[in-house]
């Protein structure tokens, strides 16, 4: 009794009964959770935090709550081991008050296993407010070398390169489809987008070819650069029978097609000349590939009576090829014409001119 008495003074008060230390008890209990929440907090904190300015920050506040928290407890554990040693000190005669203490006390026990919190929450913030130190340092540094300065000025530059590739990408193959539906209108004849493997296609963005198509005369595909682009690059004209085979890299089977094939291939050169004269690069206009697919068309178009017309300088409708000395019809087209002349031999029989092949260098 004189030992629990001499306890009770150091404590400042006297002894606490079994029934008053209960709520105690049960004080703890919540600390003792606040502390498991508080070691989730910085566990989630440590892993999850991107930033670590707002890392240290979020750690260095579960460390100042979790420090309060775990003095209280101290304490509280503190005047609880009083109340044990003292029922310790008395023995088992009290009967259920102190068996109920001893039970809960068992599991509440769990101090030592979060004695190590408050060490490791400050050795987090340290590694974090030393992370935070070195960064700050690193990006100093680019800033003085102009190195982050740079790579932000580029980024910005390819940003906006490629919302405008985006945006003249999307308006090419707006006027793409534009080009071969007023190049159908004036001529009268067939035209359609397609693909490389033969199929028609109604999406600009998708064809890669374009295809005339001349009954019965011939079938024309004009492949172009890439995919959903208005720029041509060759020609190929065959026979009408061949027109759903036919693509921009086949051969044509009869010397005819052939002869016309090359034909139609130094109009496109012809062509590409004179668009990129006209449209610059740099003026913002319409591109000149797009210019010089559609006077390619409209003079593919002006070989619509290939067959039929004779020569406008000899008369005869066949005569002799200078290289084979084959009799071929007159398929020869000016392609130097203003482009409103080549719109209009699309159109009309009587404005379109037609020569041999021994004549041609004399006349383009």
């Excluded at 068996?99 to 030592?112: A, H, I, P, Y």
């Excluded at 009954?215 to 029978?241: K, M, N, Q, W, Y």
């Amino acid at each position: 009794m004189a030992q629990e008495e001499e306890r009770s003074k150091r404590k400042g008060g006297r002894a606490l009964s079994v029934q008053e230390s209960l709520p105690l008890l049960e004080k703890s209990k919540e600390q003792v959770l606040f502390l498991r929440q508080a070691g989730d907090r910085l566990l989630g904190a440590l892993t999850t935090f991107e930033n670590p300015s707002k890392a240290a920050e979020c750690v260095s506040q579960v460390t100042k709550e979790a420090e309060a928290t775990l003095d209280g407890l101290r304490t509280n554990m503190g005047l609880l081991g009083n109340v044990l040693e003292t029922i310790i000190t008395r023995g088992p005669q009290e009967s259920n008050p102190e068996d109920q203490f001893q039970k809960v006390w068992r599991n509440v026990n769990v101090t030592g296993k979060h004695a190590c919190m408050q060490q490791g929450c400050r050795m987090a913030l340290e590694a974090f407010q030393e992370e935070k130190q070195k960064r700050l340092q690193e990006s100093k540094r680019k800033q003085l070398s102009g190195e982050g300065c740079y790579d932000g000025m580029m980024g910005a530059i390819k940003r906006k390169r490629k919302m405008e590739f985006d945006e003249k990408s999307s308006s090419e193959t707006g006027a793409l489809k534009r080009c071969v539906e007023r190049v159908g209108e004036v001529s009268g004849l067939r035209l359609f987008l397609a693909r490389s493997n033969g199929t028609l296609t109604q999406d600009p963005a998708a064809a890669d070819e374009v295809r005339v198509v001349c009954t019965p005369i011939f079938g024309a595909a004009v492949a172009l650069h890439s995919t959903g682009t208005a720029t041509p690059i060759r020609v190929v004209i065959d026979e009408f029978d061949n027109a759903r085979t036919l693509d921009g890299w086949t051969q044509p089977a009869h010397y005819v097609f052939q002869r016309a094939s090359q034909m139609a291939n130094e109009a496109l050169h012809s062509f590409w000349e004179r668009a990129e004269i006209e449209f610059s690069a740099e003026s913002g206009q319409i591109s000149p590939g797009l210019v010089a697919l559609e006077d390619l068309l409209l003079w593919i178009c002006s070989l619509r009576d290939m067959f039929q017309v004779p020569c406008s300088v000899t008369g005869p409708l066949l005569a002799a090829d200078p290289e084979t000395h084959q009799l071929l019809p007159p398929i020869f087209r000016k392609s130097k014409l203003p482009r409103s002349k080549l719109r209009a031999a699309a159109t009309s029989n009587g404005l379109r001119e037609a020569y041999h092949l021994h004549i041609a260098k004399a006349l383009d």
